[in-house]
């Protein structure tokens, strides 16, 4: 298993957590961003920057993730496209996302998107929280603990 990071708006908090789980773990992890990402010293983690663009990020996650890697990202669309290809999505709030959810997602996050262009607020995502970082700490614990047996 490799891990990639949507890492444009992944939180700085998450970050963290994937860095010292690869590292624990010795798991190749690479953050895919359209701005210079900085990343700590160590073999296992690097960053690859991409053009500016839209979803310029998501189509090389999605041209360099495979089967059984794990993406890391609350971008629904990205996440669809990965499952479909065979890896898994896990959001930093450590929700993981399957065939089996992922589909409802996506169309909630279409019927929200319509309502915001017909110009009904729908508010954002609350603030990430203590426990988002615990739920999301302990799913990709579990998931690097299942790709190692």
Known sequence: MKI???ADACPVVIK???FRAAERAGIETTLVANQPMRTPPSKFIRA???QQGFDVADNEIVRRAEAGDLVITSDIPLAAE???NGALALSP??????ANNVRA???MRDFLETMRSSGVQTGGPAALNQSDRHA???HLDTLIAKADS
Request: proline fraction near 0%.
């Open 4 to 6: 990639w990071v949507d």
């Open 16 to 18: 963290e957590i994937i």
């Open 48 to 50: 690859i920057q991409v």
């Open 82 to 84: 990965v499952i479909e």
């Open 93 to 98: 709030r450590g929700e993981l996302l399957t």
């Open 105 to 107: 997602r996506l169309n």
């Open 136 to 138: 999301f700490a302990r």
